[in-house]
């Protein structure tokens, strides 16, 4: 049914258009412009109303109603393709064998978590816990890191001794800066020992695993900042800072990697409601860097030795470096009192790896003169941890602690820069790890082919077979230079007759004859020796 146009303004027809196009489709709409002009209303006037109409036609997809995808990946995360793949199992290969090697066992816990496991536990990061959406059940969020679930794991499982790693995804609601391997999505890597022992013994080993993990991985120089929540409390409270604003004043210094000290001090000012002279006392200590020397330096300080927190904290220091040096990784670590870390759960001992593009700054750097240390330029951080001592009593019902002390390795960052490796060297990544390709030289040999490829994988050899009757040998043989299988065996009439095959190394292109009953052992031979 339509409507006289002489009987309706320019509103009524736009109404009519809407209708008619929805009851319609667009057909009806566009026999509108055979409606007469006589009230004042022009062809034009109406094919403006139809253009509007065919607009939003397409924005709401069409007579199909499909809904136009937009093909990427959520903010903060990332597809890997499987050359990256390849070089993430390297690095994960890397860093299991080194835990292993001290002796660690592992664990998995659920990706998500009670919110009250959470909740309180990440100081000024708790704003970027995931909650997920209440479904009538539990209130839950995605786990922030690997360690509060492990203190949880421990308090309800009573137990209070392991050596355990954890490798495992974890997600924060962050801003991401991608290009430095900054995710919401991550893994993280971390080994961590809970138990009663004498003091700094696991603290050091934990160090000198990132030691091993960040030297194998040859991403560098680096170098490890330590420093103990202790001495931070304590040089707070000589400063003058007040007790409920300790914790906040560390989120503060903590931003001392990424913002210069004048910025700092602005923020625990102006917004913190610091005394500028605090402010400026904590701005002499968080300057200072050195080793062992330096902790005895400031046991004997006229300010901190007033403090029975950061004297005992300070004597800890002096102990880890003492093992240190038996572990022969003191040329890497550095004694750094702007090392403050956010997390409310440390409790002692903390440390942190960075990268450095200009070398490792020298253990014994210290400001003069209460300027700054000169520092070489960081690349961000690259493993983290600290001891825990009170974690686990906050979930166990009758307050039993458990002490922990850990690390964990920032995974992505350290894909992130073997990645950048990778694409600067001519170094082919493989991405399988075939070891043989069986091939055919004439024709009508995919039953021997298969034969021959089914007792390679029986004999627990890695090989491939192409999925076709009839290929090219040239074909097969690029397909082998092109993924880097490292042997060809080549299957021919003749070589059934002579009960051989014809083995090739691509690399020289080299072929000799090898028995069917002596295939296998060269095989193994030739890729044991590559």
């Known amino acids: 049914m339509f409507l006289n146009p002489r009987c309706c303004g320019m509103n009524s027809l736009g109404m009519f258009c809407v209708r008619t196009f929805a009851l319609v489709g667009c057909r009806t709409a566009t026999r509108a412009r055979s409606l007469h002009t006589s009230a004042g209303i022009t062809v034009a006037q109406i094919d403006e109303e139809v253009a509007k109409l065919l607009e939003l036609k397409a924005k709401i997809g069409g007579d199909e109603g499909k809904h136009q995808f937009v093909l990427k990946t959520a903010k903060g995360t990332r597809d890997y393709n499987p050359k990256q793949m390849a070089i993430r199992e390297k690095v994960f290969n890397t860093i299991i064998s080194c835990f292993k090697r001290h002796g660690a066992e592992t664990i998995d816990t659920?990706?998500?978590?009670?919110?009250?496991?959470?909740?309180?536990?990440?100081?000024?990061?708790?704003?970027?816990?995931?909650?997920?959406?209440?479904?009538?059940?539990?209130?839950?969020?995605?786990?922030?890191?690997?360690?509060?679930?492990?203190?949880?794991?421990?308090?309800?499982?009573?137990?209070?001794?392991?050596?355990?790693?954890?490798?495992?995804?974890?997600?924060?609601?962050?801003?991401?800066?991608?290009?430095?391997?900054?995710?919401?999505?991550?893994?993280?890597?971390?080994?961590?020992?809970?138990?009663?022992?004498d003091a700094m013994i696991p603290d050091a080993e934990c160090l000198k695993i990132v030691y091993e993990i960040l030297s194998e991985l040859d991403l560098g120089d680096f170098r490890i900042k330590v420093n103990d929540r202790r001495i931070l409390d304590g040089m707070f409270a000589v400063c003058g800072v007040p007790d409920d604003k300790f914790r906040t004043i560390c989120s503060t210094v903590d931003k001392l990697d990424k913002m210069p000290w004048e910025e700092v001090k602005k923020e625990m000012v102006n917004e913190k409601g610091l005394s500028e002279e605090a402010a400026d006392q904590i701005g002499e200590y968080v300057s200072m860097q050195g080793g062992k020397d330096l902790a005895e330096r400031l046991l004997q300080d006229p300010k901190m030795s007033q403090s029975k927190q950061a004297c005992a904290g300070l004597s800890d220091i002096k102990l880890l470096f003492s093992y240190l040096q038996l572990f022969q990784v003191t040329d890497k670590v550095v004694f750094d009192l702007s090392l403050a870390r956010g997390l409310d759960y440390y409790t002692g001992i903390i440390y942190e790896a960075v990268l450095t593009q200009a070398g490792v700054t020298p253990v014994c750097t210290e400001a003069q003169n209460g300027a700054p240390a000169e520092e070489s330029v960081s690349v961000g951080s690259v493993a983290?941890?600290?001891?825990?001592?009170?974690?686990?009593?906050?979930?166990?019902?009758?307050?039993?602690?458990?002490?922990?002390?850990?690390?964990?390795?920032g995974i992505e960052r350290?894909?992130?820069?073997?990645?950048?490796?990778?694409?600067?060297?001519?170094?082919?990544?493989?991405?399988?790890?075939?070891?043989?390709?069986?091939?055919?030289?004439?024709?009508?040999?995919?039953?021997?082919?298969?034969?021959?490829?089914?007792?390679?994988?029986?004999?627990?050899?890695?090989?491939?077979?192409?999925?076709?009757?009839?290929?090219?040998?040239?074909?097969?043989?690029?397909?082998?230079?092109?993924?880097?299988?490292?042997?060809?065996?080549?299957?021919?009439?003749?070589?059934?007759?002579?009960?051989?095959?014809?083995?090739?190394?691509?690399?020289?292109?080299?072929?000799?004859?090898?028995?069917?009953?002596d295939l296998i052992a060269e095989i193994r031979r030739r890729t044991s020796e590559a």
Request: with cysteine; hydrophobic share 35%.
């Open 414 to 517: 350290v894909f992130s820069i073997m990645e950048q490796k990778a694409e600067a060297s001519a170094e082919k990544v493989r991405t399988t790890e075939v070891q043989v390709m069986v091939v055919s030289a004439q024709k009508n040999l995919l039953e021997e082919k298969l034969k021959l490829v089914s007792e390679l994988w029986n004999a627990g050899i890695k090989a491939e077979v192409m999925y076709k009757k009839n290929p090219k040998l040239l074909s097969q043989l690029q397909h082998c230079e092109e993924s880097g299988i490292p042997l060809v065996a080549i299957l021919g009439e003749q070589e059934l007759k002579d009960g051989v095959v014809k083995l090739r190394v691509v690399a020289t292109r080299d072929e000799v004859d090898i028995s069917r009953a």
């Open 110 to 197: 659920p990706v998500f978590e009670l919110k009250e496991t959470l909740t309180g536990k990440y100081g000024e990061d708790s704003k970027l816990i995931y909650d997920l959406k209440d479904q009538g059940g539990e209130l839950l969020s995605l786990r922030y890191d690997l360690t509060v679930p492990f203190a949880r794991y421990l308090a309800m499982n009573k137990i209070t001794n392991i050596k355990r790693y954890h490798i495992a995804k974890v997600y924060r609601r962050d801003n991401p800066a991608m290009t430095r391997g900054r995710y919401r999505e991550f893994y993280q890597c971390d080994f961590d020992i809970a138990g009663q022992y």
């Open 384 to 409: 983290g941890g600290g001891r825990y001592d009170g974690l686990v009593g906050m979930f166990d019902p009758k307050g039993r602690k458990v002490p922990c002390v850990g690390v964990s390795i």
